[in-house]
């Protein structure tokens, strides 16, 4: 939900900003400032905008539930930043961060050689699968130092 409220303040305030703007700009002329418009219009417009972004925001979010993260035999398989699949040892593991980007948290698990996994906040069993990690950055940081 928090990302359908972001997509609509992104979406529906600069149209509300520029519209009020041309409004004011003509002297309060309605007919001057949206010629092929009558009054009910502009509602009709934001409330489509509005249902766009809701509908715009539960593609992503099916999006990131197709986004799941497996671990079988010791290889843990999720998705990176631009959605492409990406596998590697759970000896690889380097660090955990979190992650916050326009209503959508995550937590980024990043590997020695093979890049990131993005593991969404709303991941089922997060915490146990965080336990699971937990060991290999232990471990993988008292090598480094």
């Not at 948290?105 to 906040?121: E, M, P, R, W």
Request: proline letters at 3%.
């Amino acid at each position: 939900m928090n990302l359908s409220k972001y997509m609509m303040l992104v979406v529906c305030i600069p149209l509300l900003l520029l519209g009020l703007t041309g409004y004011i700009k003509s002297g309060f002329d309605f007919g001057a400032t949206f010629l092929h418009l009558d009054s009910t219009n502009p509602l009709i417009i934001a409330f489509f905008a509005g249902l766009s972004c809701i509908f715009f925001s539960l593609l992503i979010a099916l999006w990131i539930r197709i986004a799941k993260v497996s671990v079988h035999d010791g290889i843990i398989q999720g998705r990176n930043y631009w959605g492409f699949k990406n596998s590697f040892p759970l000896e690889e593991s380097v660090s955990l961060s979190k992650f916050s980007n326009n209503g959508i948290n995550a937590v980024v698990l990043k590997s020695k050689k093979s890049g990131k996994i993005y593991i969404s906040d709303y991941t089922e069993r997060l915490n146990e699968l965080l336990t699971l990690i937990d060991p290999f950055i232990v471990k993988n940081s008292e090598n480094n130092k």
